[in-house]
């Protein structure tokens, strides 16, 4: 199973060919996942825009009957804070969103993670980043 970012979402959400592409690519690979922190960040920018809300929430809905959605539990939770952590440590920032979208990929045995960010995931220890 692989793993699909808030920027798939949003680029798949917009209709852009290439990740319609992807979708597809992934639908016949035996579908994907997406996790709660994902499903947080493109609900908060549909409720920020201020504009047509209730058409993109119903858009969003309709995308999202097609992904699993990962939950954070405690062993994500630790295995983002090590992430973050550890990068810190290190002189590297991550942002706290994407340390928990790690830390659930990993910890959910994803093949992958799929995103258009592959720079902010690339340096995370154990993590295969696919670029869509």
């Not at 979708?23 to 994902?38: M, R, S």
């Not at 047509?52 to 990962?70: G, I, S, Y």
């Not at 659930?104 to 992958?112: D, N, P, R």
Request: cysteine-free.
């Amino acid at each position: 199973m692989k793993v699909v970012d808030s920027t798939f979402l949003i680029s798949l959400l917009r209709n852009d060919p290439a990740t319609v592409r992807k979708a597809e690519e992934l639908d016949n690979e035996g579908g994907a996942a997406t996790t709660v922190i994902n499903v947080f960040e493109v609900v908060y920018g549909v409720y920020r825009s201020m504009s047509e809300v209730p058409r993109r929430m119903e858009a969003f809905e309709r995308l999202m009957a097609n992904f699993e959605v990962l939950d954070l539990n405690l062993e994500a939770a630790k295995k983002a804070a090590q992430i973050s952590g550890t990068l810190s440590r290190e002189g590297n920032t991550i942002d706290p969103f994407d340390s928990l979208v790690a830390g659930i990929s990993l910890t959910s045995s994803a093949e992958a993670l799929v995103t258009r960010n592959t720079a902010h995931f690339a340096r995370v220890p154990g993590l295969t980043v696919e670029e869509h």
